[in-house]
């Protein structure tokens, strides 16, 4: 991360465990120490409803604790991608699931477009750990915490029993990133 500040918004709906990956990604940063801060927010529904999670790293303080001009957004759904994207710099980056998201508004940032859901459906057998999937695409792609601080991140704030899961599916998202990026 060569940026003063990095300001990450991980949006979709309910029930695709993107607040945690908030949580996760903010403990990779303090793992690594940056300093960070983690901010929320979804609908009324638990699942379903719109939801997000902001992270800001920096070597510097923050003196504002929610993203307002995202580097990096990554979007599960089309309406976080539509609602969202705008908020997006220009040099930013787009990481969308393309099995969901269909439409992509011209944008000047780099788009990242690949089915996360069906890929952790086929891989993991199980379409929850596409959060922490996504989230390890991210941070190889962008660079903004160290595999080491995520993996640590992951073992630290995950419950026990899906921990391997999510060890297995941050691995699979290094991997596609590596693939993506040559």
Same mark, same amino acid.
């Not at 580097?71 to 539509?82: G, N, P, V």
């Given at each position: ?21 908030? $949580?996760v ?6 793992? @690594? ?5 983690q901010?929320?927010? !979804? ?12 992270? $800001? ?5 923050? !003196? ?11 979007a #599960? ?9 705008? @908020?997006?710099?220009? @040099?930013? !980056?787009? *990481?969308?699931?393309?099995? $969901?998201?269909?439409? *992509? ?6 788009? !990242?477009? #690949? ?13 929850l750990?596409?959060n *922490? ?7 190889? $792609? ?28 941050m691995? #699979? ?10």
């Amino acid at each position: 991360m060569n940026k003063r500040f990095n300001e990450i918004r991980l949006s979709g709906s309910g029930g695709q465990g993107l607040v945690l990956a908030g $949580i996760v990604l903010a403990n990779a940063a303090v793992i @690594d120490k940056k300093k960070v801060t983690q901010t929320q927010s !979804y609908g009324p529904e638990s699942r379903g409803g719109a939801s997000r999670a902001d992270v $800001i790293i920096s070597n510097e303080e923050i !003196y504002f604790p929610e993203a307002t001009r995202f580097d990096t957004l990554l979007a #599960l759904t089309q309406e976080a991608c539509d609602k969202f994207l705008f @908020d997006l710099k220009d @040099d930013g !980056y787009l *990481i969308v699931d393309n099995s $969901i998201v269909k439409n *992509i508004a011209l944008v000047s940032s780099t788009v !990242y477009e #690949l089915p996360f859901t069906e890929i952790a459906l086929e891989k993991l057998g199980s379409a929850l750990p596409t959060n *922490i999937l996504s989230l390890a695409f991210l941070v190889k $792609i962008s660079g903004v915490v160290s595999d080491k601080a995520l993996k640590e991140a992951i073992e630290r704030t995950v419950k026990k029993a899906f921990v391997d899961i999510n060890i297995k599916a941050m691995k #699979l998202g290094f991997e596609l990133a590596k693939k993506t990026k040559k």
